[in-house]
Structures are given as C-alpha cells and as structure tokens.
C-alpha cells in the first residue's frame, strides 16, 4: 500500500512560480510511473505530467510543456513538479498518482492570481 502526500501549493501571482511535492509512505515508489493530475472547479479531473520509473521518460499535457517539470528522487521516495510561469487558468488542485493511478494523494490546492 501506498500513502501519497501533496505539499507546497499555495497562492502565487501569474508569471509565478511553485513547487510542489508528493512524499510517498508505505512502500517505495521506485518501480512505479508516477503522475499529477489536476482538477480545476467545474472540471473534471485531466492529466498534467508522467515520469518513468527511473526518470528517465516524461511526458506533458500540451498546455503545460515547456512551464512545468516532473522529476523525482527514488532515494527520498517523492516526486516533484516544478511549475514556472504559471497563469491564472493552472488555478486547480493538484493530485500526485502512483501505478497508473492505483494510488492517489489528497490533492493540493494552487491558486494564480491575476
């Protein structure tokens, strides 16, 4: 079993940035892809970004290529995601997911304000 937990969102002018984290518990998240997800008010739940197991691979939804960066530490057992130049439409909460989505975090709030 694996606990995901999301941390650093927050509130942030556009043009902003944030990083947010998802510290796993429970097991190692080495052998797993790993992903975030985001749910804006209204809207359903939609893909952001994947990582490999081995970091080595990721993939971006086209709205945040070139902003956002996905990246991990097996050794910590936490992902990362690195959002630059966020705009008021990135407002949402964001989900960290595990095993193609056999997992989930509670979500972290992001809010950019214009």
């Known amino acids: 079993q694996v606990h995901l937990v999301e941390s650093g969102g927050g509130l942030v002018q556009a043009g902003g940035s944030l990083r947010l984290s998802c510290a796993a518990s429970g097991s190692t998240i080495s052998s797993y892809v790993m992903g975030w997800f985001r749910q804006a008010p209204g809207k359903e739940r939609e893909f952001v970004t994947t990582?490999?197991?081995?970091?080595?691979?990721?993939s971006y939804a086209n709205f945040v290529k070139g902003r956002f960066t996905i990246s991990r530490d097996n050794a910590k057992n936490t992902v990362y995601l690195q959002m630059n130049s966020l705009k008021p439409e990135d407002t949402a909460v964001y989900y960290c997911n595990a095993d193609g989505g056999n997992y989930w975090g509670q979500g972290t709030q992001v809010t950019v304000s214009s």
């Open positions: 990582i490999s197991a081995s970091g080595g691979t990721s």
